[in-house]
Every structure is written in structure tokens, then in C-alpha cells.
């Protein structure tokens, strides 16, 4: 799980930059997206934040302004501006980068299997084994009885799995997908990231996902960035970012809300990982202390087999009075905020209670 299968460094992508007038559009402004094998990585950010576009040039489907992309230790933009030769190289290293779609992008005058055949064409694979190949994909993505179907006349989910058939048709060491499921209702979105969860496991895919979706992210992922105006300004595992203070994906993962009962009332957000989420520390640090522990608000899940999540208790009293409590809480190994305090460290010295 440690070698970078996808690595960017420095991309950058200006649409518009080759043009004498007309404004320039920085879209990717110095990318350094690392991708470890195996794992499922999700890219989220506001609309126009430039998620299609780091994929699209990840893929080279868009040529990138500036930086490089390697896949599979593979120098992808190096490929790219070696002349004619190169485009045959590329179109071979595309064929092992799978692309999922948001609206599917299926023919629809061909039938399901065909659809899934045409990247093995385009490979010049003979027609025993492309159909070979395709059946044996609609069958992994649960289609078998749809071959000979048209896109027509299937489901939104339907539609999406062919083009995960399709995607897989090369055999790809890597999955790319745009908004796979943003166009699909809520119950099919889960069938659909439960379906690449699937393949990531059995296949050994490594997956990079865009999306605007938290739910996305909190349901599949194993490691997430955060996009805004053409930079990832956070990344890390789900782990890495729960442990990191004051990150908005691990906020935006595990929301907690609830404000104080009262004036001489203490609020704290307490982040529990690994052993400290399944120790009984609340009750111990209720006992410790002889205090009432009201909790305002709390969001627990698995993540990789692993409890993690965010809880915001009260105790009794100002800040002042809870150095000792809130000291107590940091030696379990928890990190601790106290909203509106954020980042400013505790004293140690007990002294300073009460
Ligand atoms: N082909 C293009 N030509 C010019 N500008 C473009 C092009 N594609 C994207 N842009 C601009 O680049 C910026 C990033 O766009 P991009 O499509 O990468 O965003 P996104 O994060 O995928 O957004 P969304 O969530 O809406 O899909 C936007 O300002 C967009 O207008
Ligand atoms: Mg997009």
C-alpha cells in the first residue's frame, strides 16, 4: 500500500494560456497529488474548484500547462511531446488508466456488450477474445443477462456499470472516476461505490475518485484532499486528517454540533482514533474528576475496520475551571478543542485550575 501509483508534481493547467487575447484560466495552479497502490482516493472541492480538470490531466486527456504526471512509474507527460511515435505510447498507457464517467458516455446505437468491447478494438484485440472479455466484465459488474441489451433500455445504475465494464476493459491498474454517481438517486449511488469498493478489494484497483459529495468520501475512501481554486489544500488519510487540528475534511467527515446549555458551561471536541475510541475514557474522566459530562453531540463510524469519530461534550464550569479535566483528555491520546479556543494550547500546570 506504500508505492505511489498516481504521482503529480507541480501541475498546472491554464486553459487559454496559448491564446494572444482572451483570459486565461488557471485551473490546476501546482498539483502534488500522490496516490498509493491499492488504496481509494477521493478528491473533493466546490464546483470550479478544478477537480475534472486535475483527472482529465491525469489521464492526459488534457494536456497539462506545466508539472508531470506518472502512473505506474510511468512519466505520462514525458510520452506526451515525443511527436508521433509518442501518441501510440500514450494511447497504450491510457489503456491501463480506466475513466468512469458521470453521464456514461455509452454509444447508443451499440449493445451493452459491445459497448464494453470497443476500448479492446480500439487495441486491435481479436473477436473471440474482446466478447471473451466483455462477458466475463458484465458478469463482475452483475450484468451478464444484459449483453445484448441497448443503453436505452437501462437504469441510470445500470448504465454506470457498463461503463464500469468498460473502464476495466484494458485491464487498468488504476480507476479514474468524475462524479460517477451525481447523476444517480441516493440508493443506486450507494450500489455503485459499493461496487468500485468491491473491485478496489478484489482487483486490487486503485481507485481516484472525484466528487462533490462528503458521503462519498466517508463511505469509500481510504484517503482524501481537499480541492479550492486550483490547489489541494488538505490531504492525508481519513486517519492522518482526523489527527491534524483544525482540518475541514475531517470536520466536514465527522460534523458535531450542539452549543452550551449555559454560560458557566465548557465545550470540548474530542477526536477519538484507534485503542482511545474504544476505551472508556468519558466515564473515567467522570469518575477522575467527580463531574457531570453532558455529550451535545457525536459522529462515530468504521473507517478501514477502524473507529474513529468526533464527540462534543460540556463539562460544568469556565475553561479555567476544566484545565485539569481537559489536560487529562490529552493524556488518553485524544485531541482535544475547545471551540472559540482553538489551537491555543492548555497550560500544564495544574495550578491554574480553580
Ligand atoms: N475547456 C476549458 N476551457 C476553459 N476553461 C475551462 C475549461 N474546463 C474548465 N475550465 C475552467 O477551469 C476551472 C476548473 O474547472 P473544472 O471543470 O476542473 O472544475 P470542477 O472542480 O470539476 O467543477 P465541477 O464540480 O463543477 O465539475 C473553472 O473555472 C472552469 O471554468
Ligand atoms: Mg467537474
Redesign the pocket.
Known amino acids: 500500500m506504500e508505492t505511489p501509483v498516481i504521482t503529480t508534481t507541480g501541475l498546472t493547467?491554464i486553459?487559454?494560456a496559448d491564446r494572444s487575447h482572451g483570459r486565461a484560466?488557471t485551473?490546476?495552479d501546482g498539483v502534488d497529488l500522490h496516490v498509493r497502490e491499492g488504496e481509494v482516493y477521493g478528491v473533493i472541492?466546490?464546483?470550479?474548484?478544478?477537480?475534472?480538470?486535475?483527472i482529465?490531466c491525469v489521464n492526459l486527456l488534457?494536456r497539462p500547462t506545466a508539472g508531470t504526471v506518472t502512473v505506474a512509474g510511468q512519466d505520462l507527460t514525458a510520452l506526451a511531446g515525443r511527436g508521433p511515435r509518442a501518441g501510440r505510447e500514450l494511447r497504450e498507457a491510457r489503456s491501463r488508466i480506466g475513466m468512469v464517467f458521470q453521464h456514461f458516455n455509452l454509444l447508443s446505437s451499440r449493445t451493452v456488450q459491445d459497448n464494453v468491447e470497443l476500448p479492446l478494438e480500439i487495441l486491435g484485440r481479436s473477436g473471440k477474445e474482446r466478447s471473451r472479455k466483455a462477458l466475463e466484465l458484465l458478469d463482475l459488474v452483475g450484468l451478464a443477462d444484459k449483453a445484448r441489451a441497448y443503453p436505452a433500455q437501462l437504469s441510470g445504475g445500470q448504465k454506470q456499470r457498463v461503463g464500469i465494464a468498460r473502464a476495466l476493459a484494458g485491464d487498468p491498474e488504476v480507476l479514474l472516476s468524475?462524479?460517477a454517481t451525481s447523476a444517480l438517486d441516493p440508493e443506486t449511488t450507494r450500489s455503485i461505490l459499493q461496487l468500485l469498493r468491491d473491485l478496489n478489494r478484489q482487483l486490487g484497483l486503485t481507485v481516484l475518485l472525484?466528487t462533490?459529495e462528503m458521503d462519498v468520501v466517508k463511505s469509500v475512501c481510504d484517503s482524501a484532499a481537499l480541492?479550492e481554486r486550483?490547489r489541494i489544500v488538505e490531504s492525508g488519510t481519513v486517519g492522518e486528517l482526523l489527527a491534524t487540528p483544525g482540518s475541514e475534511l475531517a470536520a466536514a467527515l465527522f460534523p458535531v454540533g450542539g452549543d452550551a446549555s449555559g454560560d458557566d458551561r465548557t465545550v470540548v471536541d474530542v477526536t477519538f482514533q484507534g485503542d482511545a475510541a474504544t476505551r472508556p475514557v468519558i466515564s473515567q474522566l467522570s469518575r477522575t474528576y467527580n463531574i457531570d459530562i453532558s455529550i451535545l453531540g457525536a459522529a462515530m463510524d468504521t473507517v478501514a475496520g477502524k473507529q474513529v469519530g468526533r464527540m462534543r461534550i460540556e463539562l460544568p464550569g469556565s475553561y479555567e475551571d476544566n484545565v485539569v479535566p481537559i489536560g487529562f483528555l490529552r493524556e488518553q491520546g485524544l485531541r482535544i478543542e475547545v471551540p472559540g479556543r482553538e489551537q491555543k494550547p492548555v497550560p500544564a500546570k495544574e495550578g491554574a485550575a480553580k
Open positions: 493547467k486553459y487559454g484560466v485551473a490546476l472541492g466546490q464546483s470550479g474548484a478544478g477537480k475534472s480538470s486535475l482529465r488534457e468524475d462524479e472525484i462533490h480541492m486550483g
